[in-house]
């Protein structure tokens, strides 16, 4: 079965803290993992995605096959990282949906 | 920086009423979508479209849906009998293609079916 699991629905850290969202995926075959967020009455927007291995607004994400995990981290989070994040998977073709995960909100608190 | 416009921004219908969703894709790109997310719930593919035919559809995307782009610009959901379960937020995204997987979400349509 295809799945992403955000096992969070909520997340609350105060600003400067260190920040991780978890998501574990099921996929049979490889597929492409993803992180969108949403922020406050704005559409959804990609924040990263596992192959360009970039770091963006200073979160990161890795992927592990092994235990299928691809959480999202940042070191020092910062108030206007608060928002809903969404991780997500795709097949590796371009016509690919993508499967999400029922995401996490994020509060930074001051 | 080009984006994906969705209108209107809420619908309010009668059940058994046809609605007609509509967006409009960044200009360059080839692959369309369209995703849901009843309230409290997670956002669900419905359906994509290339090369004017569906590639993929879900099982939610039953005879009571269709897809079309009628004039090679707008890209549409209809729905032709509203139900009380289909209020939702549905979202259009759209994806270049080629080595691009990136898919670009629209604002998304409030409809609300009462």
């Known amino acids: 079965a295809q799945r992403v699991t955000q096992p969070e629905k909520l997340l609350s850290v105060f600003k400067g803290a260190p920040v991780e969202l978890k998501c574990n995926y099921s996929?049979?075959?490889?597929?492409?993992l993803f992180w969108y967020v949403q922020y406050s009455r704005q559409r959804l927007q990609l924040l990263l995605r596992h192959i360009s291995r970039e770091s963006i607004k200073g979160f990161t994400a890795d992927l592990n096959k092994g235990e299928t995990s691809f959480h999202l981290k940042k070191p020092f989070a910062q108030e206007e990282d608060s928002a809903m994040y969404y991780c997500?998977?795709?097949?590796?073709?371009?016509?690919?949906?993508?499967?999400f995960g029922s995401g996490t909100r994020l509060s930074i608190r001051p | 920086e080009p984006e994906v416009t969705q209108t209107p921004s809420h619908q309010v219908t009668q059940m058994g009423q046809e609605v007609i969703l509509r967006c409009v894709p960044i200009s360059n790109h080839l692959y369309f979508y369209w995703y849901r997310q009843i309230l409290g719930q997670k956002v669900e593919f419905l359906v994509s479209f290339y090369n004017n035919e569906i590639s993929e559809k879900s099982e939610i995307f039953d005879d009571q849906f269709s897809v079309e782009r009628p004039d090679g610009s707008n890209f549409t959901l209809k729905i032709r009998s509203t139900k009380l379960e289909d209020s939702a937020m549905y979202f259009c995204?759209?994806?270049?293609?080629?080595?691009?997987?990136?898919?670009?979400f629209g604002p998304g349509t409030r409809l609300t079916v009462t």
């Open positions: 995204a759209t994806s270049e293609g080629g080595y691009s997987y990136e898919q670009y």
């Open positions: 996929y049979s075959g490889s597929p492409e």
């Open positions: 997500a998977l795709s097949g590796s073709s371009s016509a690919s949906k993508i499967i």
